[in-house]
């Protein structure tokens, strides 16, 4: 009979792969990733922005499983930027929730359902091609 698994011989845990990108601690970027990342938002991406547009610094697209998570994750995001002291944000598209635009001043962030993601692909639209960051 096998020896059974003790603390000693257990595989320890694998701690997950954070595939966020780098952004400065503190930053309204790092909030918006975090906020995000703890919705468990799925395939956030960020693009830098900067010398493209004046528009934003950054964008950051996510997707949601439903409407409904899609809405939740963006009244979070825009309370927790409000009391984090970055200010006011605009939101459009929250009563269909299928994609829901916040604009943050600097970063703009664009949550989708999977479907409307794949649709509208602002990845490669803005010349960036996925989470590797390979355009």
Do not use: C
Request: glycine share 8%; proline share 8%; charged share 20%.
């Amino acid at each position: 009979m096998p020896d059974p698994i003790t603390p000693s011989t257990a595989i320890p845990a694998a701690k997950p792969v954070s595939t966020l990108p780098e952004s400065e601690p503190g930053s309204l970027h790092a909030l918006i990733l975090q906020s995000l990342d703890d919705d468990q938002a799925q395939e956030i991406v960020s693009i830098p922005l900067e010398g493209k547009t004046s528009v934003a610094d950054h964008m950051v697209i996510a997707s949601g499983r439903s409407t409904r998570q899609v809405a939740a994750m963006a009244q979070h995001l825009a309370e927790r930027i409000k009391h984090g002291g970055f200010g006011h944000v605009r939101i459009e598209g929250l009563p269909a929730a299928d994609w829901v635009l916040i604009d943050a001043g600097d970063i703009v962030v664009h949550l989708f359902r999977p479907e409307v993601r794949n649709f509208y692909n602002l990845e490669r639209m803005w010349g960036f091609d996925g989470p590797s960051g390979a355009a």
